[in-house]
Antibody
């Protein structure tokens, strides 16, 4: 059974850096073709793809957010970490991590709501 | 890279068919056969419904079908059921190992 779970702060202040962790089980990030990505959804709005890290350590970012994002993985712990700098209230959203397989996202975490407010 | 364009809402009566469009560019939808569709019920995580434009993951009923023409992909729900009421999002590979989602469509079962 494949599971993913996001963890991190529920509240951050403007200008702070957000660090989110995705802890997964049921698959390995050592397997060729596998990736873990982050997708966010502001309240009442659409999904937005943020970043992906692949089994071969390749990192990809949304062009509109690339300067603020960093994605890393710890294969031994089955974790993927996303950091987003200079948080703003418009970054308030539910943040999801998901497994990427062959150009699809087949398993998703439950999501974690992050509110940006002073 | 802009979000793919979807209609804000579509509706239909039980048993009817509805189609949701997803319009991109030749750099995403039109350039690759890697469009996927996700269903999201309120307060829940998205669920994969269609991938590679036309394929079903295990467990998804074949009432859901996908297609593509040029820069526009479509999701059709046939034999609409009450549980199909949800938000639907398309997603396309956009080259260079990055992805883009659609603006989302709310499906209402009348």
């Amino acid at each position: 059974q494949i599971t993913l779970k996001e963890s991190g702060p529920t509240l951050v202040k403007p200008t702070q850096t957000l660090t989110l962790t995705c802890t997964f089980s049921g698959f390995s990030l050592r397997t060729s073709g596998v990736g873990v990505g982050w997708i966010r959804q502001p309240p009442g709005k659409a999904l937005e793809w943020l970043a992906l890290i692949y089994w071969d350590d390749d990192e990809r970012y949304s062009p509109s957010l690339t300067s603020r994002l960093t994605i890393t993985k710890d294969t031994s712990k089955n974790q993927v970490v996303l950091t987003m700098t200079n948080m703003d209230p418009v970054d308030t959203a539910t943040y999801y991590c998901a497994r990427r397989l062959s150009n699809l996202f087949d398993s998703w975490g439950q999501g974690t709501l992050v509110t940006v407010s002073s | 890279q802009s979000a793919l364009t979807q209609p804000r809402s579509v509706s239909g009566s039980p048993g009817q068919s509805v189609t949701i469009s997803c319009t991109g560019t030749s750099s995403d939808v039109g350039g690759y056969n890697y469009v996927s569709w996700y269903q999201q019920h309120p307060g829940k995580a998205p669920k994969l419904m269609i991938y590679d434009v036309t394929k079903w993951p295990s467990g998804v009923p074949d009432r859901f079908s996908g297609s593509k023409s040029g820069n526009t992909a479509s999701l059709t729900i046939s034999g609409l059921q009450a549980e199909d009421e949800a938000d639907y999002y398309c997603c396309s590979y956009a080259g260079n190992y990055i992805y883009v989602f659609g603006t989302g469509t709310k499906v209402t079962v009348l």
